[in-house]
């Protein structure tokens, strides 16, 4: 049965980001707060105090929102990042990321106390329309500066061309300026994976105007101009006894498939990785293969950031100040960036907080398009398949992570 929010007036709040390190970016902008607020006579949107965030506290009041510390008066309360357990409040509905649904070990206090607290948790995360395609996400942004990373720390190593930091401009639009009169080396890219993070990696092959080959003459032949290569599931997996792709049977069964991506390391300079991956999901490749003669690829950019996941060197985050680290190719152990022996990782968790205001304007239309009328008149099944608690018990989607929340 779907999940029912029974509100006579809805009132939201935005809230305060708390994890460290800081998110700066938002669920609503400020002009997004007052379209709410003016188009809908029963929802009330209300900011919480924040110096932190790419919108300040004088650009929501300017738009007419309340700014106030307290939001207790608040129904549903709109977060991006995982709620510090101290700063939870007991018997509210919240929306936010929280990186449970894997079981992650370090988040499993935070699932325990909003059990404990009676809290409704939807994540953003499980919000899908019917055909399993994310409703909402920073991912396309994060394809976008993970790409741009990337493409910096090729550059860096070579010494062949520089670019300058994402942070160093305040919107998309002047990061396009900076492409402009680029010369782009003969090099060769993988991107991998096909939702928002991929297509965000492909806006900036794009821009680049690094030419597109298919994974036939990718590996055979020889260009005089810069190219990538877009891999998906069938060029990436095979059932280990068929030797076919199907992506339903892939999905629910990926330890049946072996990687075949170990056919491009010789081919490659620079892997570009938006897959989704779980611990079922075979690694594109093996620790072991960073020391064989034929693996070519001296940068990887991490963009989906899975520790020891899809990419088994990558060690850990790295951060938007100094995003790029080593890996030796022997020991495996973390080293300085662009050293000869070393494969050059960027593992950046927070990727679309560099272009903050962008991100969160994309991200709140899609809140408010897909998501919060859903909310408004009382929940639907896409809002049930998303909410993981429901009033301190785990809903029956999530019922298999009992364990985990109950601690045992």
């Not at 990419?311 to 890996?327: A, F, K, Q, R």
Request: neutral net charge.
């Amino acid at each position: 049965m779907p999940v029912k929010i029974l509100l006579q007036m809805l009132q939201i709040g935005l809230i305060r980001e708390g994890k460290l390190p800081v998110d700066n970016r938002v669920a609503l902008t400020p002009a997004q707060c007052k379209w709410l607020n003016k188009n809908f006579a029963d929802i009330k949107v209300t900011v919480q105090h924040s110096s932190n965030r790419c919108y300040s506290d004088k650009e929501y009041q300017m738009a007419g929102i309340t700014v106030q510390e307290d939001l207790s008066n608040c129904d549903v309360l709109l977060g991006i990042k995982e709620v510090p357990v101290n700063m939870l409040i007991k018997n509210k509905t919240y929306l936010f990321f929280s990186h449970t649904k894997k079981l992650q070990p370090y988040n499993q206090p935070l699932i325990q106390a909003i059990a404990e607290k009676k809290i409704t948790l939807i994540d953003y995360e499980c919000l899908e329309h019917e055909d399993g395609t994310r409703i909402i996400g920073f991912g396309f942004f994060a394809g976008i500066v993970g790409a741009h990373n990337g493409m910096m720390a090729y550059g860096n190593r070579t010494g062949q061309f520089r670019l300058q930091r994402v942070s160093t401009v305040n919107s998309f639009q002047k990061l396009i300026h900076t492409y402009f009169g680029l010369k782009v080396p003969l090099v060769k890219i993988a991107v991998t994976g096909s939702g928002r993070v991929a297509h965000g990696v492909l806006e900036i092959m794009n821009l680049l105007g690094i030419h597109e080959a298919e994974p036939e003459e990718y590996l055979e032949k020889k260009f005089a101009y810069p190219v990538y290569v877009h891999l998906k599931g069938a060029d990436l997996y095979a059932h280990k006894q068929t030797g076919k792709y199907n992506r339903d049977d892939f999905h629910e069964h990926p330890e049946n498939y072996a990687c075949k991506f170990l056919h491009y390391v010789d081919e490659t300079d620079i892997l570009l990785n938006g897959i989704y991956w779980n611990k079922n999901v075979p690694r594109l490749f093996e620790l072991d293969d960073l020391t064989k003669e034929n693996f070519h690829i001296t940068t990887i950019a991490d963009i989906t950031d899975d520790l020891y996941g899809s990419i088994p060197c990558n060690l850990g985050d790295s951060t938007i100040v100094e995003p790029i680290y080593g890996v030796d190719k022997n020991t495996f152990k973390r080293t300085s960036p662009y050293l000869s022996n070393s494969v050059d990782v960027m593992a950046v968790g927070n990727l679309p907080n560099e272009l903050p205001r962008d991100a969160s304007r994309y991200f709140g239309e899609q809140l408010i398009k897909f998501v919060l009328d859903d909310i408004r008149k009382g929940g639907s099944e896409t809002i049930n398949k998303a909410t993981i608690i429901k009033e301190g018990l785990l809903n029956r989607p999530f019922e298999y992570m009992q364990d985990y929340v109950s601690g045992n």
